[in-house]
Nanobody, 124 residues
């Protein structure tokens, strides 16, 4: 069983930066694919970025967001720069040990473990 806790969300002006953290309950996370998804009311959960055997981003965040892993702290971070109002959403981290080298890294329903989410609001 893996427990994930997100932190770092908040309110920021357009053009600003935030760093989200996804902290896991133990060292097993080092062998898991970890992804960030985001969701706005009435919409499906959207893939943002993932780290496992490779690093992947959705097109809308490439060049602005950076995902990284700290295996000492059992954490995965999402550095978000040049934030836009359309980045406003609840951000969730997810992990799964079967997706480390999988092509399904962007498919939400394939992730077994989820955090509770953290709100990111970007004002214009």
């Amino acid at each position: 069983q893996v427990q994930l806790v997100e932190s770092g969300g908040g309110l920021v002006e357009a053009g600003g930066s935030l760093t989200l953290a996804c902290t896991a309950s133990g060292p097993a996370i080092r062998a898991y694919a970890v992804a960030w998804f985001r969701q706005t009311p009435g919409k499906e959960r959207e893939f943002v970025a993932s780290i496992g055997g490779g690093i992947y981003y959705t097109d809308s965040v490439k060049g602005r967001f950076t995902i990284s892993r700290d295996n000492v702290e059992y954490a995965v971070y999402l550095q978000m720069n040049s934030l836009k109002p359309e980045d406003t959403a609840i951000y969730y981290c997810a992990a799964d040990n079967t997706l480390y080298e999988s092509v399904y890294y962007g498919t939400a329903r394939r992730y077994r473990y989820w955090g509770q989410g953290t709100q990111v609001t970007v004002s214009s």
